[in-house]
Structure formats: structure tokens, C-alpha cells
């Protein structure tokens, strides 16, 4: 079981940046798979990017170059750093883990936090 809480959304201005993070407890946080997504209004939820247990990472080609996602395993933290923002950026960025084991995935959520990119 993990609880994922997110903090850091609000308003910015193109070309300005924030910084997402994500709390998590519950459970052995260093072996899990934390992800962020985001779901825009009228759109399909869009893996951002991925940290494995290993520190290795992925990035939607949308973010590439703009944004990065990092972790600390002894603060049950994972952080989404956005910069160069764009207005398409706008949308609720959610927090996810996952992990497998014995063949059982364990998938969790946050409950979202809105990120506006607005002049």
C-alpha cells in the first residue's frame, strides 16, 4: 500500500518553470516505479516521465529537453522539475507508482495537481 500526495501546481507564465513533487509512505518506496502523468481537458492521460529503482529515466517526446523527473528514496520523494513551460503544458499532473511482485502489479495514484501555463 503507498499513498501518493502531489504539491507544487499553480499559475506561471510561458517560459517560466515549476517544480511538482510527490510524497509518498506506506511501503518500501526504493523498489517502486514512479511515473508522472498528466490529463488535459478533452485529452487522454499522457505518461511525462518515468524513474525506475535503478535511477534510470524516460521523457514523452513532448518534455524532452524541458522537463526532469528525479527521486530520493530516503524522502519518499519524487520530484517533477518543468521548465520552458508552454500553454499546452496546462493539465493535472498526477503521481503514480508501480511495482511487481510474485507476478501481482501494485499500481498507485495521486489525486492530481493543476499546472496552468497562461499570459
Known amino acids: 500500500q503507498v499513498q501518493l500526495v502531489e504539491s507544487g501546481g499553480g499559475l506561471v507564465q510561458p517560459g517560466g518553470s515549476l517544480r511538482l513533487s510527490c510524497a509518498a509512505s506506506g511501503s518500501i518506496f526504493s523498489m517502486y516505479t514512479m511515473a508522472w502523468y498528466r490529463q488535459a481537458p478533452g485529452k487522454q492521460r499522457e505518461l511525462v516521465g518515468v524513474i525506475r529503482s535503478d535511477g534510470s529515466r524516460n521523457y514523452a517526446d513532448s518534455v524532452m529537453g524541458r522537463f526532469t523527473i528525479s527521486r530520493d528514496n530516503a524522502k519518499r520523494t519524487v520530484w517533477l522539475q518543468m521548465n520552458s513551460l508552454k500553454p499546452e503544458d496546462t493539465a493535472v499532473y498526477i503521481c503514480?507508482?508501480?511495482?511487481?511482485?510474485?507476478?501481482?502489479?501494485?499500481?498507485?495514484w495521486g489525486q492530481g495537481t493543476q499546472v496552468t501555463v497562461s499570459s
Open positions: 503514480n507508482a508501480h511495482n511487481l511482485i510474485g507476478g501481482v502489479h501494485s499500481i498507485y
